[in-house]
Antibody, heavy 118, light 112 residues
Framework: QVTLKESGPGILQPSQTLSLTCTFS??????????VGWIRQPSGKGLEWLAN???????YYNPSLKNRLTISKDTSNNQAFLKITNVDTADTATYYC??????????WGQGASVTVSS | DIVMTQGALPNPVPSGESVSITCRSS???????????LNWYLQRPGQSPQLLIY???TRASGVSDRFSGSGSGTDFTLKISGVEAEDVGVYYC?????????FGAGTKLELK
């Protein structure tokens, strides 16, 4: 059974760095074809795909966030990470991680709510 | 970025009726491997999105056969045969052809 769980700070102030952790089980990020993606959703709005990291450490970032994103992984501990620098109120959202393959995001975490407020 | 445009449903929908949700992409999602990289998700109220259909027409594991996907390179349809209470939520199409992956704005299904 594949499970993922996101964790984060909950609340942070503008200009700070948001650090998110995705802890997963049921698959390995060292297995060919496996990846983890980060997706966010402001309250009551749609989904925005932020970044992917693959089994071979290939990484993709959404250019709309203009170099503010860093994705990484710790294969031995079954974790993936996302950092977003210089946050502002527009980054307030629920952040999801998902297992991804060429078949899409077939397993998602429950989401971590993040509020940016002064 | 590839733009995904979804159609609306004539909500609320009577239980047992069949409905179709449309999605259009600004670029063909047909890849050279013969697969069309279009996925459908359902987000039930208060829950995370759940994968329903991948590669335009392949049902994900455990998904009811009441859900079916079809289309061409740029025009896609998700059909739900016999809507049930558990189908209520927002449906999203998503292209997985090139990064950044992009979603449609979502189509809400409400039951009468």
């Amino acid at each position: 059974q594949v499970t993922l769980k996101e964790s984060g700070p909950g609340i942070l102030q503008p200009s700070q760095t948001l650090s998110l952790t995705c802890t997963f089980s049921g698959f390995s990020l060292s297995t060919y074809g496996m990846g983890v993606g980060w997706i966010r959703q402001p309250s009551g709005k749609g989904l925005e795909w932020l970044a992917n990291i693959w089994w071979d450490d290939d990484k993709y970032y959404n250019p709309s966030l203009k170099n503010r994103l860093t994705i990484s992984k710790d294969t031995s501990n079954n974790q993936a990470f996302l950092k977003i620098t210089n946050v502002d109120t527009a980054d307030t959202a629920t952040y999801y991680c998902a297992r991804i393959t060429t078949e899409g995001g077939d397993a998602w975490g429950q989401g971590a709510s993040v509020t940016v407020s002064s | 970025d590839i733009v995904m445009t979804q159609g609306a449903l004539p909500n609320p929908v009577p239980s047992g009726e069949s409905v179709s949700i449309t999605c259009r992409s600004s670029k063909s999602l047909l890849y050279s491997d013969g697969k069309t990289y279009l996925n459908w998700y359902l987000q039930r109220p208060g829950q995370s999105p759940q994968l329903l259909i991948y590669w335009m027409s392949t049902r994900a594991s455990g998904v009811s056969d009441r859900f079916s996907g079809s289309g061409s390179g740029t025009d896609f349809t998700l059909k739900i045969s016999g809507v049930e209470a558990e189908d209520v939520g927002v449906y999203y199409c998503q292209q997985g052809l090139e990064f950044p992956y992009t979603f449609g704005a979502g189509t809400k299904l409400e039951l009468k």
